[in-house]
């Protein structure tokens, strides 16, 4: 049997796949089981941050791979504590938890939240705030916690206690504060999967005030923005604002399922014995792909991916298509539908994403400049 049929008969149909089986790849460029060559702009939804088969991220896996592959989290590992901090000190956090996907981190940061607030204010004190068009996981609490009807009606009741503000409203944001108990605000500062939707700092600056005035905590989902996707390490620290929780995952491994929840002072010790866990969370062989991504996370080359943004931006801008986003996180205004675009690109070797009616980027931080001009310029005759 060829691998689509294989896929058909035995994989639940939860996927409406492309027409295409990737046998392999380097870099920003994959191969399909005929041999034919694509441009990747997708890296996985975010998550090969080096592309296909970074040799030294290879280097690391299977090195690790060969000393301890698995231990679970009742025994110290050298690479999870060294990831952690990594982690903390790149980013001024106090503590990590780790598990295996950004559902997962999300799902810490909710019970960080509840937990915190049940201590400080009182049980009553669970409702957590997010963002109409936002997108947190699959899991019955993370779909709660998305802004976006569509994925809640299947799968009804949901996790109690969220609460939907608009973006940039801070006035609505101040009256969902007012009228209930809240816990946490969590948002992302790029919307990705809602439409690549860049927030402005003023409001994000509004936001973190009035969390501090109603003490409230303040979480930001960098589970798509993170790991150098926006030309900082971190996306919050484009617009200069100080989270309580951060949660993380796709790019972080560089392509193996790794997530994490990170804590500042205030929240660190909120986790006690027994609070959370997880089987496969710091297993050793993710974790040290993830000190090889992250250790190459530098300033030049995170300027690097900022760079190729703005190019990507002006080539698309200059053919007349807007576009807007963050550092490699691009989302294009189509005048056609999107799957057609997607589907001209990929006739043409180009693979590229959708988030609602926008043609998405999500490029490897590494790819070149003459791989981006190839690529754009594919986009642009299907556009």
Not at 252 to 269: I, K, Q, Y
Request: proline content about 2%.
């Amino acid at each position: 049997m060829s691998i689509k049929s294989t896929d058909q008969q035995y994989i639940a149909h939860t996927y409406k796949r492309f027409d295409l089986a990737i046998v392999k790849g380097e870099g920003a460029r994959c191969y399909d089981d005929s041999g034919r060559e694509y441009i990747d702009m997708t890296s996985g939804i975010g998550v090969n941050a080096f592309g296909y088969c970074d040799s030294e991220w290879a280097d690391a896996v299977s090195e690790q791979a060969r000393l301890l592959q698995h231990t679970s989290n009742l025994y110290y590992t050298a690479p999870c504590a060294q990831l952690a901090e990594l982690l903390c000190s790149r980013t001024g956090m106090a503590k990590v938890f780790f598990g295996n996907s950004g559902a997962e981190a999300n799902e810490c940061a909710v019970k960080v939240a509840r937990k915190y607030a049940a201590e400080h204010k009182g049980a009553e004190y669970y409702h957590i705030i997010t963002l109409n068009k936002s997108f947190h996981g699959r899991t019955l609490t993370t779909l709660a916690a998305t802004g976006q009807d569509g994925f809640h009606h299947l799968f009804t009741p949901l996790t109690e206690g969220f609460l939907y503000a608009d973006a940039e409203d801070v006035q609505g944001m101040e009256r969902l504060m007012t009228e209930h108990k809240v816990a946490a605000v969590l948002l992302e500062v790029v919307q990705g999967e809602g439409g690549v939707n860049v927030l402005s700092q003023s409001y994000l600056k509004a936001v973190e005030s009035l969390c501090r005035a109603h003490d409230v905590l303040l979480m930001i989902d960098e589970v798509q923005t993170g790991n150098g996707r926006t030309g900082e390490l971190y996306a919050y620290m484009n617009y200069d604002i100080s989270p309580d929780v951060v949660t993380t995952a796709k790019g972080l491994a560089g392509g193996l399922p790794m997530g994490a929840c990170l804590m500042n002072g205030r929240t660190a010790e909120v986790l006690g014995y027994g609070d959370h866990g997880s089987t496969f969370g710091g297993n050793p062989v993710c974790a040290a792909a993830a000190i090889s991504v992250m250790r190459r996370m530098d300033d030049a080359f995170l300027s690097e991916v900022k760079a190729k943004g703005d190019y990507i931006c002006t080539r698309l801008t200059d053919a007349g298509y807007a576009a807007s986003g963050l550092g490699l996180m691009i989302g294009v205004t189509t005048e056609k539908p999107v799957a057609e675009v997607i589907a001209k690109c990929m006739e043409n070797g180009v693979l590229c994403l959708s988030a609602k009616d926008k043609l998405r980027l999500l490029p490897p931080l590494n790819i070149s400049m003459e791989e981006i001009d190839r690529a754009v310029d594919v986009i642009i005759a299907s556009l």
